[in-house]
């Protein structure tokens, strides 16, 4: 019998015992060993475990309420979800992810690798780091886990399966309220933007019909578009970056659904960094950032033409034009949902600190709209960003148009 056979919520007085049972051939020096929480994220515990020897290991646990509010109960299998994601990213995308050690089903909790030595990307680029890499291995990442989780290359009753297995309808719930739906209606009342934009967010956001119906096939299309093993979340707050090595982590909002949903948050949130940078007048950094989106676009599509022969097994993706059209529905995608995630980070209830640390208002009214702007290009013209040129050039005229 252990106290860790029955789930309960787990403080940090618990962590090192729960460690230890779980971890035990990790050499730990007991007298030496220290727990921190270090998890600031909306759903979940995250302690850092470590000792004189060298040791150290994340857990990361999930409550049955969310951190961000205690109202939000959503399932704890999030954690089953996201461990089993991260085994199967890392069989496609090698050095990648943070290696899984043990996941327990019981007190919803897993021990992953520590990587400390590295700084989430949000914040490093709020400092204005600049990471010249990054943009080939998060191109690549997505290329080998959407396309090789696709239909064009999984044998289809074993991706039926991965479906079955990754079915996950809390969190997709979230998704879609908070998502495709809060940021056009407020219907829960948790909408916030700067005090200046409430006529724009109204006349923009609220009342554009044309805008309002294609977010609505975008939140069908999020519900039944069953087409690759998708992160579900991936954010600059889903990774962790070095100069020389990129980390994707916290698949729990993954499921079977369009690939546009990750590159798409990918772009929507180097956009929420360059705001940043405008804010700071770092030209440099700007810079950098739209030649990143183009390289990550463009890096993306080179590996798909470059591959899609190689790895289709399924004899009608290799039907003359279907190659084609299958990527032009990514990019239409990726615009598309680049274009929701810009317009919940700004008005919806979970927003980025790349945003709300700018104090000044009439800045942070200019960025907003920025935000709000690009999107509805990439959402009401999804159809027209096909290389990483165009993605690129929608901020530079967003940016202009929200003056
Ligand atoms: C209620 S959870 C709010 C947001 O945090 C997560 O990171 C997801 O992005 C979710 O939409
Ligand atoms: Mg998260």
Known sequence: ????????????????????EKLPNMNWDKESMKAVEIGDGNLNYVFKVWDNNGNSVIIKHAGEALRISDQMKVSTDRN????????????????????????DTVMSACGMEDLSDHKLMRYALMEQEIFPKFAKDI???????????????????????????????ELCEITENLVLMEPYNDINKQNSFTKQNEEFVKRELYEDEELILEVAKLKFEFMTK???????????????????????????????????????NVIANLIFAYGKGLEKENNEFCDWILKTITEIIDIFI??????FEKIATEPMAKVKGFKEYYLDDILKDTASYAGTELHRRTVG???????????????????ERLNILCGKDYILNSSNFKNGVAFA???????????
């Open 349 to 367: 209830m979970a927003k980025v600190k790349d945003l709300t640390s700018i104090e000044n208002e009439d800045t942070r009214a200019f960025t």
């Open 139 to 169: 191109a690549e990442f997505m290329f080998n886990t959407l396309l090789k989780t696709s239909d064009v290359v999984m044998e289809h009753k074993a991706k039926k399966e991965l479906v079955k297995k990754f079915i996950s309808p």
């Open 302 to 307: 080179n590996e798909y033409n470059e591959n």
């Open 226 to 264: 069953a087409q690759a093993l998708i992160h579900g979340d991936l954010h600059t707050g889903s990774i962790f970056v070095k100069q020389d090595s990129t980390k994707v982590f916290d698949p729990e909002f993954a499921f079977y659904g369009p690939m546009g949903y990750d590159i798409g």
């Open 80 to 103: 089953r979800i996201e461990s089993e994601i991260l085994l199967i990213e890392e069989t496609y995308a090698k050095g990648m992810v943070p290696h899984i050690y043990f996941y």
């Open 393 to 403: 050039k929608a901020v530079l005229k967003a940016r202009a148009d929200a003056e």
């Open 1 to 20: 019998m252990s106290k860790f056979d029955k789930y309960f919520l787990m403080n940090i007085d618990d962590i090192i015992e729960y460690t230890l």
